[in-house]
């Protein structure tokens, strides 16, 4: 009898112990996977959505662990393996997440992820060194067709990349196409002369554009962006090419709904502060707030597109 109540006794103080772990939740710091390199606009924006969840979430701390690698691949898949406690979770990025899935690469699917919501977009551009003669897309068609254009985007099956694949589809022309390891080396073709333009998103040039350091000619969206209002789109030129990047906050599949609960309200409270919202403008962050049932409505649709694409010409 004395040995079977030191059992219960036991097992009741480790049951007892685990409710109050799980309702100290959390208890140590929060690791956010950005799968991109330090410095990036992926990078810029978690470490801006952190610094204000840690100010405003009493008990919330967050350490930022960058794992660059293939597209994203290698920090999606990082995010996937983690433990499932609400200790690790992850901002992820389109269309480079179902892209992988697409090209049956990938080592998860949508739901390995209990989807937070999105946080921000960044639409693409087309950018061209500052002393380049392609003043526009009317232009960049034309000079590919006379010439061997060398174009920079940021590695294959990338936002950059899908949407070049479509302007030379729409255009009629080939590039030779450079996949760089991300936008740091797009930047330092762009800024060089060494590539003849690139496809890029508008927060990693848009600075560099207003400097006079290199030239957009375009931006790929049906409608004008209020970061860079005068910069003729894609439609407005001719060409229905569009692409936009998302950002979005995801947690392994089996983290419990306790803790879910607790991180889908934390995220919802740094997308609705002021201070937040200002940041995101003056790093000329667009944000684009998505619940995680609107968000993986657009994640399921964004995968069946860009399946469409890959069927049509493999990468």
Not at 75 to 86: L, M
Not at 165 to 175: D, I, N, Q
Not at 178 to 201: C, R, W, Y
């Amino acid at each position: 009898m004395k040995t079977g109540f030191t059992k219960l006794a036991i097992l009741t103080t480790l049951f007892v112990s685990s409710l109050v772990f799980a309702g100290d939740y959390p208890s140590e710091p929060i690791t956010v996977i950005v799968p991109s390199k330090a410095g990036g606009s992926t990078d810029r924006t978690a470490r801006m959505l952190t610094e204000i969840a840690e100010k405003h979430n009493k008990g919330y701390e967050f350490v930022i662990k960058n794992i660059p690698g293939s597209g994203g691949q290698k920090g999606f898949e990082a995010i996937n393996r983690a433990k499932p406690d609400g200790y690790t979770i992850g901002l992820v990025f389109t269309p480079q997440l179902v892209a992988h899935i697409a090209s049956k690469r990938a080592k998860y699917n949508l739901d390995s992820f209990r989807i937070l919501g999105n946080v921000a977009q960044d639409p693409a551009i087309v950018v061209v060194p500052k002393d380049s003669k392609i003043k526009n897309l009317g232009d960049l068609a034309k000079t590919a067709k006379e010439n061997t254009l060398t174009v920079a985007v940021n590695g294959i099956g990338s936002d950059d990349f899908l949407a070049a694949k479509a302007f030379e589809s729409k255009a009629g022309v080939t590039f030779n196409l450079l996949p760089t390891k991300g936008s740091t080396e797009q930047k330092a073709g762009i800024l060089g002369g060494h590539v003849d333009a690139a496809f890029m998103n508008l927060s990693q040039m848009i600075a560099q554009h207003k400097a006079g350091d290199a030239h957009i000619i375009a931006l790929l969206a049906k409608e004008r962006s209020d970061k860079l209002p005068d910069m003729p789109t894609s439609k407005e030129q001719g060409y229905e090419v569009y692409m936009t990047a998302t950002r979005g906050l995801v947690a392994p599949a089996k983290v419990d709904a306790a803790t879910l609960d607790k991180l889908e309200a934390m995220f919802a409270k740094v997308m609705a502060d002021d201070e937040f919202k200002a940041k995101a403008t003056k790093g000329n962050i667009q944000l684009l707030p998505m619940t995680g049932k609107e968000y993986g409505e657009y994640l399921k649709g964004l995968q069946a597109d860009t399946q469409a694409v890959y069927d049509k010409a493999p990468w």
